[in-house]
């Protein structure tokens, strides 16, 4: 998708942005949070890069889902990093203190690295020019522009470009610590490779009331540091066990729509609940039940990344789930999930997942948090053969038109560059040693008595590693007979 030099542009994007509403670029609240445009200037292997996030204009919902490609190093967990600073500053300037620390920045050695020539070798060497990270979106319902900068020669990153993204975000902050204010506020997350098993330092318990809404501010708390924090999850998981005790046996709607999400994306999923004999979270998948730690690592992980998106939406916007109901009969997902809106970032979307789920974890996150923006890698081309040519932006090259009817064999050569995907890597090398064998038995028949010692120990060798192949062997030791079996060697001359 490389449209110009220094920009990744996906073709749909333009269009998208170009057909909107009026009232979606001035301010909209179904916009609240999201990230059009990345511009990176000097930041890790990126001198100068666009990239463009559209916005669905087929969809009445705010969500949308965008999957980086592209071969290892072309920068798809640097973007993602890129957008986390990008998304730090809903954490710049925050109402709780425990918040502080939550936020990401830009890093002095985070710049670019150049290959400069010092006497008999090269060494790398810092871009003599700023770093910055320059985003374009919604924040809170206004189309706006905000970036930090590293310049040249300083220490202190500079955030005078998120001014008036900041006044917005602090203002939103105060408006909700009213009473009676329900404000609209965004869930952002980060989840990396190894979201569900990074160690992770012990938090500060937040002193919370039991009506939930002073600690809504707990939604923000380490989520850009790419984990998932398991001890949190059990811990939500058990609190909303004990209410349930204390509600004669019901669960708390807050609950239900946590349990409702993770339903509709982890495949045969039935139920959840809280074990104090195991002191475990206990899910029930395809009529079996298992404490969390039984679960193989595909649902484990697919399980604590949906079940934390969700608890933290119930956590950041509590107003949106009454204590009567969840949804209504037009719309029966619970509300706080179809209009709590964000941006969540996924390294490695397909990280242990059966390719089965692969094909399905896409729509599904889609169905689930529909006012989401998504933004995540992956190496499947199971994941890419579920996409609309809207959703895929190839780091390498231009997507092509409607992955989804391509075959997986042709995904992986034309867009992921497998040579043969169709077999494995040591049927191709047999191929290769056969070929080889039968050029040089041809050699060696046209070669002089003296030469064939030589011949046959090259013949000898080319076919050794494939021992364990009868058939195989049987073929070429066929084929020498026919070749070579009359002649004979030099070492068979002399006895």
């Given at each position: 998708?490389?449209?110009?030099?220094?920009?990744?542009?996906?073709?749909?994007?333009?269009?998208?942005?170009?057909?909107?509403?009026?009232?979606?670029?001035?301010?909209?609240?179904?916009?609240?949070?999201?990230?059009?445009?990345?511009?990176?200037?000097?930041?890790?292997?990126?001198?100068?890069?666009?990239?463009?996030?559209?916005?669905?204009?087929?969809?009445?919902?705010?969500?949308?889902?965008?999957?980086?490609?592209?071969?290892?190093?072309?920068?798809?967990?640097?973007?993602?990093?890129?957008?986390?600073?990008?998304?730090?500053?809903?954490?710049?300037?925050?109402?709780?203190?425990?918040?502080?620390?939550?936020?990401?920045?830009?890093?002095?050695?985070?710049?670019?690295?150049?290959?400069?020539?010092?006497?008999?070798?090269?060494?790398?060497?810092?871009?003599?020019?700023?770093?910055?990270?320059q985003a374009n979106g919604s924040i809170l319902g206004n189309d706006l522009t905000w970036s930090q900068e590293l310049p040249v020669g300083k220490r202190n990153v500079s955030n005078v470009g998120s001014k008036e993204a900041r006044k917005l975000i602090w203002n939103a902050y105060q408006n909700s610590q009213e009473k009676g204010n329900n404000v609209l506020l965004p869930v952002i997350a980060y989840y990396g490779a190894g979201r569900a098993w990074l160690p992770h330092n012990k938090r500060t318990e937040y002193k919370a009331k039991s009506n939930g809404k002073s600690n809504r501010w707990e939604a923000f708390y380490d989520c850009l540091n790419e984990r998932i924090r398991m001890s949190d999850l059990g811990s939500w998981f058990r609190k909303e066990a004990v209410a349930r005790t204390?509600?004669?046996?019901?669960?708390?709607?807050?609950?239900?729509?946590?349990?409702?999400?993770?339903?509709?994306?982890?495949?045969?999923?039935?139920?959840?609940?809280?074990?104090?004999?195991?002191?475990?979270?206990?899910?029930?998948?395809?009529?079996?039940?298992?404490?969390?730690?039984?679960?193989?690592?595909?649902?484990?992980?697919?399980?604590?990344?949906?079940?934390?998106?969700?608890?933290?939406?119930?956590?950041?916007?509590?107003?949106?789930?009454?204590?009567?109901?969840?949804?209504?009969?037009?719309?029966?997902?619970?509300?706080?999930?179809?209009?709590?809106?964000?941006?969540?970032?996924?390294?490695?979307?397909?990280?242990?997942?059966?390719?089965?789920?692969?094909?399905?974890?896409?729509?599904?996150?889609?169905?689930?948090?529909?006012?989401?923006?998504?933004?995540?890698?992956?190496?499947?081309?199971?994941?890419?053969?579920?996409?609309?040519?809207?959703?895929?932006?190839?780091?390498?090259?231009?997507?092509?038109?409607?992955?989804?009817?391509?075959?997986?064999?042709?995904?992986?050569?034309?867009?992921?560059?497998?040579?043969?995907?169709?077999?494995?890597?040591?049927?191709?090398?047999?191929?290769?040693?056969?070929?080889?064998?039968?050029?040089?038995?041809?050699?060696?028949?046209?070669?002089?008595?003296?030469?064939?010692?030589?011949?046959?120990?090259?013949?000898?060798?080319?076919?050794?590693?494939?021992?364990?192949?009868?058939?195989?062997?049987?073929?070429?030791?066929?084929?020498?007979?026919?070749?070579?079996?009359?002649?004979?060697?030099?070492?068979?001359?002399?006895?």
């Open positions: 998708m490389l449209n110009r030099p220094g920009s990744v542009v996906n073709s749909f994007a333009t269009q998208a942005l170009k057909f909107l509403p009026n009232n979606q670029q001035q301010k909209n609240p179904e916009n609240n949070m999201r990230i059009d445009r990345l511009e990176l200037r000097n930041f890790k292997k990126f001198e100068k890069q666009i990239f463009e996030f559209p916005r669905s204009i087929e969809s009445s919902e705010s969500g949308s889902f965008h999957v980086l490609i592209g071969a290892n190093g072309t920068g798809k967990t640097s973007i993602l990093d890129a957008l986390a600073i990008a998304l730090g500053v809903w954490l710049e300037k925050v109402p709780d203190s425990l918040l502080a620390n939550s936020h990401r920045r830009l890093k002095a050695d985070q710049k670019r690295l150049i290959q400069v020539e010092g006497g008999d070798r090269i060494q790398p060497q810092q871009a003599a020019d700023d770093m910055s990270i204390n509600r004669n046996g019901t669960y708390r709607p807050g609950f239900d729509a946590v349990l409702q999400a993770v339903l509709k994306v982890v495949p045969d999923s039935e139920s959840i609940h809280y074990d104090d004999d195991f002191e475990e979270i206990m899910i029930t998948i395809d009529g079996n039940t298992q404490p969390f730690s039984n679960l193989s690592a595909g649902q484990q992980s697919l399980f604590a990344l949906v079940a934390d998106i969700a608890v933290k939406m119930v956590t950041q916007n509590n107003f949106l789930v009454p204590a009567d109901q969840l949804g209504d009969e037009d719309q029966p997902l619970a509300r706080v999930l179809t209009r709590t809106p964000g941006v969540v970032l996924i390294d490695e979307l397909d990280v242990h997942l059966h390719p089965k789920w692969q094909q399905s974890v896409v729509d599904s996150l889609c169905e689930a948090f529909p006012s989401i923006q998504f933004i995540v890698t992956t190496h499947s081309a199971f994941v890419i053969q579920s996409l609309d040519e809207s959703q895929l932006i190839n780091l390498e090259g231009q997507p092509v038109p409607n992955p989804g009817n391509l075959s997986v064999e042709t995904i992986a050569k034309g867009l992921m560059g497998v040579e043969r995907p169709d077999v494995g890597k040591r049927y191709r090398q047999a191929v290769e040693a056969a070929k080889h064998y039968l050029i040089t038995l041809d050699e060696a028949a046209k070669a002089p008595d003296e030469m064939l010692d030589s011949y046959e120990k090259q013949l000898a060798e080319a076919i050794e590693p494939y021992a364990d192949n009868p058939a195989f062997q049987a073929f070429l030791e066929l084929k020498h007979a026919m070749k070579l079996g009359g002649r004979k060697t030099a070492s068979e001359g002399n006895d």
